[in-house]
């Protein structure tokens, strides 16, 4: 089953909360889809919020793209968005992500910034995986 992760997903492996960082590194073992989308978005945040060195980015990155197939966004992708963004209310980026997991061929689509178990086009089904954690946390 092809799966693709959002960028909080990816961005969770390289974090400190261990319980979201095992789930993360165990959906990144399964060799996903990310797109390009995803890595510019995990090396803004990096850089910018959590203060690290580009080299270590860019270390990072390339070893994400090591084990996950990278897809690009073109205009096919953002074009799909508006309508996916009319449709469905996400807004721009996050449709953007919906758009190109689609057009990628993935059935599953982790994130936890979307509706857990939405289904999107009747094509893909969007997962939080790690609502059992929130859930447990309360």
Known sequence: M??????????????????????ACALLARQPTI????????????????????ADVARLMEDVAQVARVVDVGMPQI???????????YGHYDSLIVATAISAGCLILYTE???????ID??????????????SQR
């Open 35 to 54: 797109s390009t989308q995803v890595i510019n978005e995990c090396s803004h945040v990096l850089r910018r919020k959590q203060q690290f060195d580009p």
């Open 122 to 135: 009747q094509r893909m089904t969007l997962i939080d995986p790690f609502q059992e954690v929130q859930a």
């Open 2 to 23: 092809t799966l693709f992760l959002d960028s909080n997903v990816v961005l969770y492996a390289l974090g400190d909360d261990e319980r979201k960082r095992a789930i």
């Open 113 to 119: 910034d979307m509706q857990h178990g939405q289904s």
């Open 79 to 89: 074009r799909h968005a508006w309508e996916i963004a009319a449709r469905y209310r």
